[in-house]
Structures are given as C-alpha cells and as structure tokens.
C-alpha cells in the first residue's frame, strides 16, 4: 500500500461541527469532535490549549488513547447489534473486522513510518488509529451525516485500476461490499467501491 501525505489536522470531514454531529452523542465527544478537546482535558485535568510540548504530547497520547477507549466501546455495541439480525449478517461483519483489522495494521505502519521517529510518534499513531476506526464506525452505521452514495459504472472505471490484484486493501473493500450488500441492499457494489476509495484518499490522503 503506497501512501502519499497523511494529514491528522481537522479536516472538513474530521470536523462536522454540525448540529447532527453533535446531537447524536449517546457516548463521551471524541476529542476531533466539536467540544472533544475540552472534553478531554476536563477528564484527564489537562491544561488546554497549551504551548508546552510535553504537555501537548501527554495531551495528544492521553485523547488519542480516550478514543480509542470509546470507539472499541462503539465496535462491542455494533457487534451485539449485527448479531441480533442473524447469523448471515454476524458472519460478514466478522469477515468485515477480519480484513479491517489488517488492512488498519498496515495502514498505522505506514504512519509510524511517516512520522519518522520521535516522541511525538506515539501520539501520532494513536490518532490515526482512533480516526480511521472512526471512519469505519461511520460507515457501519449507515453513514447519518451524509446518506448513501449512488456511483455508476463509468465512476467505477476511473478507479477500477486500485482493484487490481490481492491486497489488503482489495480484502477490506470486498469485505465491506459483501456486509453492506445485506444490510443495505439498496446500494450497489459499484456505489460502495467507488464511495470506499475516494473516502479513503479524501480522509487519510492515502495512495492505494
């Protein structure tokens, strides 16, 4: 997986400080969230903002790790909710987490490599954990800030060469095609391949 620039400041799509971003908090605001930094500090009794930079990155470790704490929380509660619907859904959420899982261990190797060393490193990696997890969250949810997406095959065609081949990038995608396919039936495969690489290069300026 080649990547190009991996950008964790507070992006557009990072940053939805809409009233639906933040109406829908039935668990503790991520600290990329509206309000999340603040959170946060108040939690762990961090001075924020802080010129510091070991408070910073005791600040960004401490977030990042908080998180990751919730989201793994978020991951239990989606899991119990899939398995409620049957066992054909159970099974293809599993294959999903399977090719997730792998595809994010590259994908957080790639950063640590990025970051190129230091002690900023840990907290670096650690936020990419937490928001490409959040990414995939999202998605499992039905994605509730932006509705389905609706590509068509000449869409397709314009990225169809990122499929090429067997890698852990291709398992991930056809993993979520297979889950999303029964529990959204609405949306083509096409719609979910083309959404599924534009999301991930738009979101993490990620080269696949």
């Known amino acids: ?18 009233a639906a971003g ?10 990329f969230e509206p309000g999340g930094n603040e959170a946060c500090a108040a939690e762990f009794h961090l001075r924020y903002p802080t010129e510091d930079v070991a408070e910073a990155r005791l600040f960004g470790l401490s977030c990042a790790a908080r998180d990751i704490k919730i989201e ?3 991951f239990a509660t989606l ?19 399977v090719s997730f899982a792998a595809f994010r261990s590259a994908f957080l190797k790639g950063a640590a490599v990025e970051c190129g060393g ?4 840990p907290a670096y990696v650690a ?14 949810k039905g994605l509730p800030n932006e509705g389905f997406p609706n590509f068509s095959a ?19 995608c056809n993993a979520w095609v297979a889950f999303a396919a029964l529990r959204w039936p609405q949306v083509t495969a096409v719609s979910w391949r ?12 990620a080269d696949l």
């Open 194 to 205: 083309v959404y599924l690489t534009h999301r991930l290069n738009k979101n993490f300026g």
């Open 79 to 97: 899991s119990k909710e899939i398995a409620s619907t049957g066992p054909k859904q159970a099974t293809a959420y599993h294959s999903l987490m």
């Open 118 to 121: 230091g002690n900023g490193c």
């Open 154 to 172: 000449k869409d397709f065609a314009e990225i169809a060469s990122t499929f090429e081949g067997d890698t852990l990038w291709t398992r991930y």
């Open 1 to 18: 997986m080649k990547r190009t620039l991996f950008t964790l400041s507070c992006s557009a799509y990072f940053c939805l400080a809409s």
């Open 127 to 140: 936020h990419a954990e937490a928001m490409i997890d959040y990414d995939l969250l999202q998605m499992a």
């Open 72 to 74: 793994q929380a978020e």
């Open 22 to 31: 933040t109406a829908q908090q039935a668990r503790p605001i991520l600290s």
